[in-house]
T-cell receptor, first 111, second 115 residues
């Protein structure tokens, strides 16, 4: 079973920041938080991952709470092309190469 | 360089027939993964290869499913005596190493329809 819970869908206005929440209350100390997204009819695409500290790359920022029980993916200036299903996954980096996928959040960017 | 490629992109077959799905990983990626995705669902892990060996086949749903990888590169997923419930998108991914600090790169998938 997936170790994360996410809202099934969200809307965001084009040009605004999209904030996607994820709960992972049972996360253990050596598990990372990964985010992928899947645009319609394509394979999933890696976005970002983190352990404890906040992370930022050219695509997004990842904010992880201090207790690590939840995180937020931030797309700073959403565009229509960011419409996709966003998956939050926790992963044991040392022993679990599997990605256990939940249902994700369907993010719709509206003009 | 080229990303992960999969063929065919679409496959329609009759119930009871065998099908072969192919995955070409990114050159140099030692780890290869097969997943399947039913409509509106997340991905379901099937099998993982490190090099040519498959240390974890636990995700294969039945003995009708098998996979092999040769030369540490191309992998083939075979489904024998296909059933309608096998209809799904079959996704392949590769990564640099098993430890997984590197992300998985996915192919576009093969959409399998069993009539």
């Amino acid at each position: 079973d997936a170790k994360t819970t996410q809202p099934p869908s969200m809307d965001c206005a084009e040009g605004r920041a999209a904030n996607l929440p994820c709960n992972h209350s049972t996360i253990s100390g050596n598990e990372y938080v990964y985010w992928y997204r899947q645009i319609h009819s394509q394979g999933p695409q890696y976005i970002i991952h983190g352990l404890k500290n906040n992370e930022t790359n050219e695509m997004a920022s990842l904010i992880i709470t201090e207790d690590r029980k939840s995180s937020t993916l931030i797309l700073p200036h959403a565009t229509l092309r960011d419409t996709a299903v966003y998956y939050c996954i926790v992963r044991d980096m040392d022993s679990n190469y599997q990605l256990i996928w939940g249902a994700g959040t369907k993010l719709i960017i509206k003009p | 360089g080229a990303g992960v490629s999969q063929s065919p992109s679409n496959k329609v077959t009759e119930k009871g027939k065998d099908v072969e799905l192919r995955c070409d990983p990114i050159s140099g990626h030692t780890a290869l993964y097969w997943y399947r995705q039913s409509l509106g669902q997340g991905l379901e892990f099937l099998i993982y290869f490190q090099g040519n060996s498959a240390p974890d086949k636990s995700g294969l749903p039945s003995d009708r499913f098998s996979a092999e990888r040769t030369g540490g590169s191309v992998s083939t997923l075979t489904i024998q005596r296909t059933q309608q419930e096998d209809s799904a998108v079959y996704l392949c991914a590769s990564s640099l190493e098993r430890a997984g600090r590197n992300e998985q790169f996915f192919g576009p998938g093969t959409r399998l329809t069993v009539l």
